[in-house]
Structure formats: structure tokens, C-alpha cells
């Protein structure tokens, strides 16, 4: 069974930063291009950023260039999303998602996805 697996949602206030783990526990994730998305309650699905595993490049979202950085750990299989400077338009739930490499922005390009967790940014 192939899964993808995320963590480390919560509360945070403006300004702060918050880190997003994802694990896939079938497959090397190295393997594909990871990208993340997010659906607050009300609205679609937004893409967010991408990691290729072909030229090893982040692709980000006008949103969120300059304030989220995604990064690799090969040993624990798993790719983790560093948010800082969070403000309260960033309050959604958090997919991580994983495709064949290149990257790509639409949700249905996406073969596997993570259950989701909850980020809520407010004072």
C-alpha cells in the first residue's frame, strides 16, 4: 500500500513559523516530484510549491515564495515544509502530494496524497 503520511499542524500566531513533515512508508521519494496544497474551509484546492526529483528545483506560488522552503531528508524518506512569517490567509489544511517528476500545479496530476493537516494562524 502506497501512503503518504503528514504531521505537524497546529496553532500558530501571526508571524510565526510552523514545519510540515511528509512520509511515504511505500516508496522512495526521491523518487517523484513532491508538491504541497492547500484548501481552506470554503475555497478549492491551491497549489502551493513543487520539488522536482529531476533537476531538483522548487517551483513556488506567488504566495509563497519567500516565506516557505522545502527540503529533503533521503535517510527518513520524508520531505518537510518550513513555513515562516505565517499569516492568517494561510489557514488550511495541508496536503502533501507525490507525481512522476516533472512537477505540476493541478491537484489531478498528483497520483498519491497525504490524509492532510490542519495549519490555523490567528492570535
Known amino acids: 500500500q502506497v501512503q503518504l503520511v503528514e504531521s505537524g499542524g497546529g496553532l500558530v500566531q501571526p508571524g510565526g513559523s510552523l514545519r510540515l513533515s511528509c512520509a511515504a512508508s511505500?516508496?522512495?521519494?526521491?523518487?517523484?516530484?513532491i508538491g504541497w496544497f492547500r484548501q481552506a474551509p470554503g475555497k478549492e484546492r491551491e497549489w502551493v510549491l513543487c520539488?522536482?526529483?529531476?533537476?531538483?528545483?522548487?517551483y513556488y506560488a506567488a504566495s509563497a515564495k519567500g516565506r516557505f522552503t522545502l527540503s529533503r531528508d533521503n535517510a527518513k524518506n520524508t520531505v518537510y515544509l518550513q513555513m515562516t512569517s505565517l499569516k492568517p490567509e494561510d489557514t488550511a489544511v495541508y496536503y502533501c502530494?507525490?507525481?512522476?517528476?516533472?512537477?505540476?500545479?493541478?491537484?489531478?496530476?498528483?497520483?498519491?496524497w497525504g490524509q492532510g493537516t490542519q495549519v490555523t494562524v490567528s492570535s
Open positions: 502530494a507525490a507525481t512522476a517528476p516533472p512537477c505540476g500545479i493541478g491537484w489531478n496530476y498528483y497520483s498519491y
Open positions: 511505500e516508496f522512495t521519494l526521491d523518487n517523484y516530484a
Open positions: 520539488i522536482s526529483s529531476r533537476d531538483r528545483t522548487t
